[in-house]
C-alpha cells in the first residue's frame, strides 16, 4: 500500500514541476516572442513563421494553465 501512495506522490509532484515549468516558460515567451495580437497581425495573411510562434505560444500558454 505505502508503495502505491509513493507513486501517486511522485505522479502529483511531476505535475507541480511541470505546471511551474511552464509557467516559468510563458513569462520568457512574453519578454522574447513578439505579440502579434497588439500588432494586429490577420491570421489569414501570416507566414508560416509567424503561425508557429502563435502555436508556440498557445501550447505553453494551455498547458501553465493546467
Do not use: E
Not at 520568457?28 to 516572442?33: A, D, S, T
Amino acid at each position: 500500500m505505502s508503495a502505491l501512495l509513493y507513486v501517486v506522490k511522485l505522479n502529483t509532484n511531476s505535475r507541480l514541476m511541470k505546471k511551474q515549468a511552464f509557467k516559468v516558460l510563458a513569462k520568457i515567451n512574453r519578454l522574447i516572442l513578439p505579440s502579434f495580437t497588439k500588432k494586429g497581425l490577420d491570421i489569414s495573411k501570416a507566414s508560416k513563421f509567424q503561425l508557429a510562434i502563435v502555436g508556440w505560444r498557445a501550447f505553453v500558454t494551455i498547458n501553465s494553465l493546467n
